[in-house]
C-alpha cells in the first residue's frame, strides 16, 4: 500500500502515526488513502464514508 501510495507521488508520513491515514493533511490523500482502504477490506465493509481527516483523534 505505501509503495502504490509513493508510486502516486503521496508521501507518506508514518514516523509518529498509529495509522497511515490520521496523518495525511490534503483532500487528494485521504481520497487516494481511502480508494486504497476500499481495495484492501472490501466496498461492502466501507459503505459509509469515512470521516474527514481534521476529525480524526488518536490516543496521544
Known amino acids: 500500500m505505501l509503495e502504490r501510495l509513493e508510486e502516486e507521488g503521496v ?4 514516523s509518529a502515526s498509529i495509522g497511515f491515514m490520521s496523518k495525511m ?15 484492501v477490506y472490501a466496498s461492502n465493509i466501507l459503505d459509509s464514508s469515512l470521516p474527514p481527516i481534521g476529525r480524526v483523534r488518536t490516543m496521544w
Open 11 to 14: 508521501e507518506p508520513r508514518l
Open 25 to 39: 493533511t490534503s483532500k487528494r490523500d485521504h481520497e487516494t488513502s481511502h480508494s486504497l482502504a476500499r481495495e
